[in-house]
């Protein structure tokens, strides 16, 4: 009796802690997803201006702005592998005490004579296979607290609304929509010319 209320304690405290520790991986999930967004906005925008950038000398300030946030995405990232990590053991510590209480109890009534040792190792080798089985749930719970704000990330970018067409330089500019224009303008790189 002491072992079955034992093994309903154990179970109890595997749930409540990846339930947890699954809502904190979640919300991590979700600030990784956000940061990463950010990240490759801010990465198009450095490739769809670089000459702009050249040309204003500002390729250290775009550079710390990138690796700032690209610092934020791992920091998150780092977290949730964290969490995940530690769902993971949880469950294999838990999925192994299935080992040590059927040792336990299968020698004890072998050596009391109760049972013979054979019997233990054909249990086990049957027992075994239904463990391996079970050892794959810890990973599918880290897996679903990964993939549900994937999901709903997914579906917030999906929702956003489409973006306007933008105006390229191929395109004819009439004059009166310019509103400064730049004459004698002198600009030089760092390492280059006056042009």
Not at 138 to 144: A, G, V
């Amino acid at each position: 009796m002491e072992i079955a209320s034992y093994c309903s304690y154990t179970v109890t405290c595997y749930n409540l802690y990846r339930k947890k520790i699954g809502n904190l991986l979640t919300k991590e999930v979700s600030k990784y997803q956000k940061e990463l967004s950010t990240l490759n906005t801010k990465a198009k925008d450095i490739f769809d201006y670089i000459l702009n950038i050249k040309s204003f000398n500002a390729e250290d300030f775009f550079n710390r702005r990138y690796n700032e946030q690209e610092s934020k995405v791992l920091k998150h990232q780092f977290k949730a592998n964290l969490y995940s990590k530690i769902i993971w053991i949880i469950g294999i510590i838990n999925y192994n005490f299935i080992y040590v209480l059927f040792y336990s109890i299968g020698g004890f009534l072998a050596y009391k004579g109760f049972i013979d040792f054979g019997l233990v190792v054909g249990l086990y080798l049957m027992i075994d296979r239904l463990v391996n089985l079970l050892m794959g749930i810890p990973r599918m719970f880290s897996s679903l607290f990964e993939v549900v704000p994937k999901i709903n990330r997914f579906y917030e970018i999906l929702d956003l609304p489409e973006s306007q067409e933008i105006k390229t330089f191929e395109e004819k500019i009439d004059e009166s929509d310019v509103v400064i224009q730049l004459k004698n303008f002198n600009y030089f790189y760092q390492s280059g010319k006056k042009f």
